[in-house]
């Protein structure tokens, strides 16, 4: 199993970036998949998730209504769509395959996302 994510960056408030996270050595669409996320100094927190099929995401709070969680399964790839990034966005993006049981059991390495002026 490998999950390797990427499409951070240096972004301004306001701004837009695209990550992506691609998958393989396992059956991709069987698998919920969520992003996580963790800045310097604080716990972990989950940022969004997508079940099997792509319908009913969930999404943090403070994310909600900027960032969108999507996969293409025919791809093996999962996708955050992150607009109108704050400073408080700033972090390390990971992505992680879920279990039938609703943990997780694989990580990528991260992609940093740095919002800042």
């Known amino acids: 199993v490998q999950l390797v994510e990427s499409g951070g960056g240096l972004v301004q408030p306001g701004g837009s970036l695209r990550l992506s996270c691609a998958a393989s050595g396992f059956t991709f669409s069987r698998y919920a998949m969520r992003w996580y996320r963790q800045a310097p100094g604080k716990e972990r927190e989950l940022v969004a998730h997508?079940?099997?099929?792509?319908?009913?995401?969930y999404y943090l709070g403070s994310v909600k209504g900027r960032f969108t969680i999507s996969r293409d399964n025919a791809k093996n790839m999962v996708y955050l769509q992150m607009n109108s990034l704050k400073p408080e966005d700033t972090a390390l993006y990971y992505c992680?395959?879920?279990?039938?049981?609703?943990?997780?059991?694989?990580w990528g390495q991260g992609t940093q996302v740095t919002v800042s002026s």
């Open positions: 992680a395959r879920i279990t039938s049981l609703g943990t997780h059991d694989y």
């Open positions: 997508i079940p099997t099929g792509g319908g009913g995401t």
